[in-house]
């Protein structure tokens, strides 16, 4: 029986005026609720990235073998315009393995959240050798 390695219970971005983006995460982890921070000059995405591997690297230190390769945003409602929902494709490898994992929101942000968390469950996975 699959059980989650990790939930995410909260998250808040801070873009600060072009000089560094950086987000605050709350991630349970087991039995634990760990609160981290993370800072990026590459984009609040890279400090969601950051924030959530910093979170559960001390019950998965292999999470640093999860690999992003690729990253898209689409839109999927293009009639909606800014109101439409985006979907954010990432394309991650771990070890020999490729695999892709999507996210769906109006909130670009939450849809890349959502794919990122989807990529390092599934990369855990991987790393313990029950991936189907």
Do not use: H, W
């Amino acid at each position: 029986v699959y059980q989650q390695p990790f939930t995410i219970i909260n998250y808040a971005a801070t873009d600060n005026s072009n000089k560094y983006q950086s987000v605050g995460m709350e991630v349970q982890v087991g039995d634990e609720v760990i609160l981290t921070t993370a800072e990026s000059r590459r984009g609040l995405v890279d400090a969601i990235r950051k924030a959530l591997d910093k979170a559960i690297e001390s019950k998965f230190p292999d999470v640093s073998m999860i690999k992003l390769e690729d990253f898209r945003v689409m839109d999927l409602d293009t009639e909606k315009g800014t109101a439409a929902r985006v979907g954010v494709l990432i394309r991650s490898r771990c070890d020999s393995r490729v695999f892709g994992t999507f996210g769906v929101s109006s909130n670009m942000l939450k849809a890349s959240l959502d794919a990122i968390e989807d990529s390092n469950k599934f990369g855990l996975l991987v790393l313990s050798g029950r991936a189907p």
